[in-house]
T-cell receptor, first 114, second 115 residues
């Protein structure tokens, strides 16, 4: 079974600053994927970044990067140069290599202050 | 279509009523998923289709929940005899092949309120 834990219900950041959202997970499998999804008030989940567990290199997408610590089962998201449009709920998620049951954390609400 | 479309966007039902929620996935997407998102929580997996075949329904909370995708495109999630605990946002997602790790494209969900 997989579980995903996000311990920060809310975070805030000043515009143009950097913020890190935390996520830990638990799985006994060795092959899996990790994701960060953004959910704005429109409710539509949007993929922010994805990491394959077998890759040691941390994924990066423009201003978004992850710190993937496989041994510690930690997968944090760093947002650099925060923008007002980054304000949303952020969900960490995982699924196994051969499984379609994606598990989500409870989410972190990010506020960006102008 | 341009994205995953769900209807209705909002649904209010009296306890005991049956409801049907529709999902229109991106054209050509083989896989379709339903998730239930309670207020203040992350989405929870309900069921998964590959084309018209329902390959996994382990997340359906009771036999009052039923999903179908008869022609491998549009899907309907039906909830019979709705209860207050069924109140949630129901999200639909689709993907090209449904293999692990593939990007999911989500709709905007249907917010169900059971009074």
């Amino acid at each position: 079974a997989q579980t995903v834990t996000q311990s920060q219900p809310e975070m805030s950041v000043q515009e143009a600053e950097t913020v890190t959202l935390s996520c830990t997970y638990d799985t006994s499998e060795s092959d899996y994927y990790l994701f960060w999804y953004k959910q704005p008030p429109s409710r539509q989940m949007i993929l922010v970044i994805r990491q394959e567990a077998y890759k040691q290199q941390n994924a990066t997408e423009n201003r978004f990067s992850v710190n993937f610590q496989k041994a510690a089962k930690s997968f944090s998201l760093k947002i650099s140069d925060s923008q007002l449009g980054d304000a949303a709920m952020y969900f960490c998620a995982s699924n196994l290599y051969n499984n379609n049951d994606m598990r989500f954390g409870a989410g972190t609400r990010l506020t960006v202050k102008p | 279509g341009a994205g995953v479309s769900q209807s209705p966007r909002y649904k209010v039902a009296k306890r005991g009523q049956d409801v049907a929620l529709r999902c229109d996935p991106i054209s050509g997407h083989v896989s379709l998923f339903w998730y239930q998102q309670a207020l203040g929580q992350g989405p929870e997996f309900l069921t998964y289709f590959q084309n018209e075949a329902q390959l996994d329904k382990s997340g359906l909370p009771s036999d009052r929940f039923f999903a179908e995708r008869p022609e491998g495109s549009v899907s309907t999630l039906k909830i019979q005899r709705t209860q207050q605990e069924d109140s949630a946002v129901y999200l639909c997602a689709s993907s090209w092949a449904g293999v692990g790790g593939e990007k999911l494209f989500f709709g905007s969900g249907t917010q169900l309120s059971v009074l």
